[in-house]
């Protein structure tokens, strides 16, 4: 049974080797492209990320601020009920919580940005072997392909054409038919004369 996919030929060590470069160089040129894609996403959902975080404690900043001027101003002013005043503290309260969650959060962020820096930095090291990977998988498929040619399709193209020339050099012969060959073949059913004395009168 066949497979499904086309497999290496193993029967001739040039083809081996002109198919492993090439494969090599596949490789060399798809895989780059899709850790620059795959870097990219990342570093643009970072940048994202962080951005929203910053803008979510600042935000959070401004209004702790805005809630503890509101309650130093009814403090002073005294004019405000006690009901007022335990709003706008349960308010502060909050939105300090929320300050220091964004906090933390922006914390944990960094970590993760730390880790994806890591992999980042692994992966262009591995960028940085396809040059050589690159330079190996030519070589192959170059000397693969050469040595192949040089050493096995030359003399066969040489068989080939010298068969050729061989088969366009011989003559066809011709068939040559007796008349009596030809006659025989026209009339299978007539029988040839039988020589002998007249027939005898009575």
Avoid at 54 to 78: F, G, N, W
Avoid at 79 to 86: G, H, K, M, Y
Avoid at 97 to 107: H, P, S, V, Y
Avoid at 118 to 132: H, I, R, S, V, Y
Wanted: net charge positive.
């Amino acid at each position: 049974m066949q497979p499904p996919f086309p497999t290496i030929p193993t029967d001739n060590l040039y083809k081996f080797l002109a198919i492993s470069g090439l494969v090599i160089l596949l490789i060399c040129s798809i895989y780059p492209a899709l850790i620059t894609a795959r870097v990219s996403t990342s570093a643009a959902e970072v940048v994202a990320t962080r951005k929203l975080l910053d803008y979510q404690a600042e935000t959070l900043k401004e209004e702790v601020a805005r809630i503890e001027s509101d309650l130093a101003q009814a403090k002073k002013a005294k004019l405000v009920t006690n009901e007022r005043l335990d709003a706008l503290e349960e308010r502060n309260e909050r939105a300090r919580a929320g300050l220091e969650d964004a906090k933390r959060r922006i914390i944990d962020f960094e970590k993760q940005a730390k880790v994806a820096l890591a992999e980042g930095n692994a992966l262009k090291a591995q960028m940085d072997l396809m040059m050589p990977a690159t330079v190996i998988g030519g070589g192959l498929f170059g000397l693969g392909f050469f040595l192949w040619y040089v050493n096995v399709q030359r003399h066969a193209d040489t068989i080939i054409r010298n068969q050729a020339k061989a088969s366009e050099a011989t003559p066809i012969p011709a068939v040559v038919k007796s008349p009596a060959t030809s006659d025989a073949t026209k009339n299978p059913k007539v029988a040839p004369e039988v020589s002998g004395g007249a027939p005898s009168g009575k």
